[in-house]
Nanobody, 123 residues
Framework: QVQLVESGGGLVQAGGSLRLSCAAS????????MGWFRQAPGKEREFVAA????????YYGDFVKGRFTISRDNAKNTVYLQMNSLKPEDTAAYYC????????????????WGQGTQVTVSS
C-alpha cells in the first residue's frame, strides 16, 4: 500500500514557475514508477510526466516541450515536478500516481493516487 500527498500548487502568473512535490509513504517507494497527471474542469485526466524505478527513465506529455522536469529522491520518498514557463492552459488539478509496472502514460494503469494539488496560472 502506498499513500501519496501532493503539495506545492498555487496561483502564479504566466511565465512563472512552481515546483510540485509528492510525498509517498511505504518502504518500497524506490520500486514504484511515479507519474504526474493533470485534469482541468470538463476535461479528461492528462498525462504530464513519469519517472520509472527500474532505470530512472523519464517521459513527458507532448505539451510539456521542455518546460517541466520530473525527478525523484528515493531517500526522501518524494517525487518532484518542476514547472517553468507556465501558461494559462496549464491550469488544472495535478495528481501524483504510483505503480510498479504501469503503462507509463495511461492513468488507468496506476494503482495509487494522491488527492491532487491545484495549479492556477493567470494571464
Amino acid at each position: 500500500q502506498v499513500q501519496l500527498v501532493e503539495s506545492g500548487g498555487g496561483l502564479v502568473q504566466a511565465g512563472g514557475s512552481l515546483r510540485l512535490s509528492c510525498a509517498a509513504s511505504g518502504r518500497t517507494f524506490s520500486r514504484y514508477t511515479m507519474g504526474w497527471f493533470r485534469q482541468a474542469p470538463g476535461k479528461e485526466r492528462e498525462f504530464v510526466a513519469a519517472i520509472t524505478w527500474t532505470s530512472g527513465s523519464t517521459y513527458y506529455g507532448d505539451f510539456v516541450k521542455g518546460r517541466f522536469t520530473i525527478s525523484r529522491d528515493n531517500a526522501k520518498n518524494t517525487v518532484y515536478l518542476q514547472m517553468n514557463s507556465l501558461k494559462p492552459e496549464d491550469t488544472a488539478a495535478y495528481y501524483c500516481a504510483a505503480d510498479q509496472y504501469p503503462s507509463t502514460v495511461l492513468a488507468g494503469t496506476y494503482a495509487y493516487w494522491g488527492q491532487g494539488t491545484q495549479v492556477t496560472v493567470s494571464s
